[in-house]
C-alpha cells in the first residue's frame, strides 16, 4: 500500500527549532494534500498543518508564525519548520497524507510518528 515516515523528532529547548521530514513511498497514482497532526498525552490528535498539491497552507492557531509547512521537489514529501518551540508543542507528530490509489479511490495514510519534547 502506502508508507509515510516521519524523522526529526528529539528533545530541544523552548525558543529552538526544529524540523520534521515526511517521505511517502508505494505504488500509488498521486497524493494530494499533505499534513502535520499531533497528539501530547491525555489529549486527542488535532491537526497541527496541511497544504495542498499546489501549495495551499492551513494552520491551527496555536502554531501560525512559528510553524511552517512545504512540500519538497518532488510531491512525496512533506516538512515542518518549527521555530520558537514552546513546551506546549511537546507530543507525537504524525504525517499525514491524502492518496489517491491506482484505481483512483481516496484513502488518508498516516506515519508511525515522531515524539517532539520540548523542555528545558
Known amino acids: 500500500q502506502v508508507k509515510l515516515e516521519e524523522s526529526g523528532g528529539g528533545l530541544v529547548q523552548p525558543g529552538r527549532s526544529l524540523r520534521l521530514s515526511c517521505a511517502a513511498s508505494?505504488?500509488?497514482?498521486?497524493?494530494?494534500?499533505m499534513g502535520w497532526y499531533r497528539q501530547a498525552p491525555g489529549k486527542e490528535r488535532e491537526l497541527v498543518a496541511s497544504i495542498s498539491s499546489r501549495g495551499n497552507t492551513n494552520y491551527a492557531d496555536s502554531v501560525k508564525g512559528r510553524f511552517t509547512i512545504y512540500r519538497g521537489n518532488t510531491k512525496n514529501t512533506v516538512y515542518l519548520q518549527m521555530n520558537s518551540l514552546k513546551p506546549e508543542d511537546t507530543a507525537v507528530y504524525y504525517c499525514n497524507a491524502d492518496i489517491v490509489s491506482l484505481s483512483r479511490a481516496t484513502f488518508n495514510s498516516w506515519g508511525q510518528g515522531t515524539q517532539v519534547t520540548v523542555s528545558s
Open positions: 508505494g505504488i500509488i497514482f498521486s497524493i494530494n494534500a
